[in-house]
């Protein structure tokens, strides 16, 4: 394990995202509104602020980004910064504010709302299409988190963070979602589900917020292992690397007293990832 040499830390880091036209790892920063970027040519990292809470990033295949800012969908160019709005993914709920998202295999993109004072089941989770279309496809939701989609596409995972639960739910032709069935229960001393992610054999790698560590859930559901590290809201993990055998892990430093609280880490998870996909809009 090592720490990521940087400048600052994390106040709440998440979604870490591999760029392969890049060479390089974005994250962002929820809470001080920030995307940051490591390069894997130099070892450099810079940060973009943004105008409101950032929960994510995702590439498009056409070029740039496409990112969940505030309560809207929007189309990134780095490193101007320019904005344009794509699409509000709910209206009338303004203490609500966008969480974790993934992109799947047809390049829709499927994201979580939450209560910015994270107490009230008052959340969701859409479907955004590469046309801005918005669908509301699960609730209710106190922390929607960690969606996870098999390489296949025939089902995805997501959670809610508040209730320790993992659920899945088939994926149907039409975009629709099959009935939520609970996949993984986390018991007490396993901390509270995060961020999520496969890797390339079917293992499902877990951030365990409040635990310290990642976890591997074979395809079963069984947790297998743990890799702990320093910090304890540990909060998404992602593969990268041009073998995608490099995991990279992200914390929190809010509300916690840590030395390493918001540092950014790098793991040896002892196997490979997937390429992760690109919102086709």
Sequence with gaps: MRVVQRDRTDRLGEGPLWSVRENALYWVDIIDRRINRLSFEDGHTNSFG?????????????????????????FLDLPSNHIQRLCTVEHGKPANRLNDAKADGTGRVWAGTMPVSCDTPNG?????????????????????????????????LHTDTATRTIFRFAINDD?????RQIYIEFESDWGNPDGMTFDADGGLWVACWGAGCV??????????????????????????GPD???????????????PYGGALFEIEPGCRGLLPNRFMG
Excluded: K
């Design 50 to 74: 943004q105008p409101d809470h950032t929960a994510w990033i995702i590439e498009r295949e056409q070029g740039g980004f496409l990112a969940g800012i505030g309560r809207d969908a929007v």
């Design 124 to 156: 969701a989770f859409y479907r955004i299409d590469p046309d801005g279309t918005v669908c509301e496809v699960d609730s209710p939701y106190t922390i929607a988190n960690g969606p996870a989609i098999d390489c296949g596409g025939a089902f995805l």
């Design 175 to 179: 975009g629709t979602l099959g009935e």
């Design 215 to 240: 976890a591997r859930f074979d395809s079963s559901g069984r947790r297998e292992r743990a890799i702990a590290l320093p910090a304890s809201q540990i909060t998404n993990c992602a593969f990268a």
């Design 244 to 258: 995608l055998d490099r995991m990279f892990v992200t914390s929190a430093s809010e509300g916690v007293e840590e």
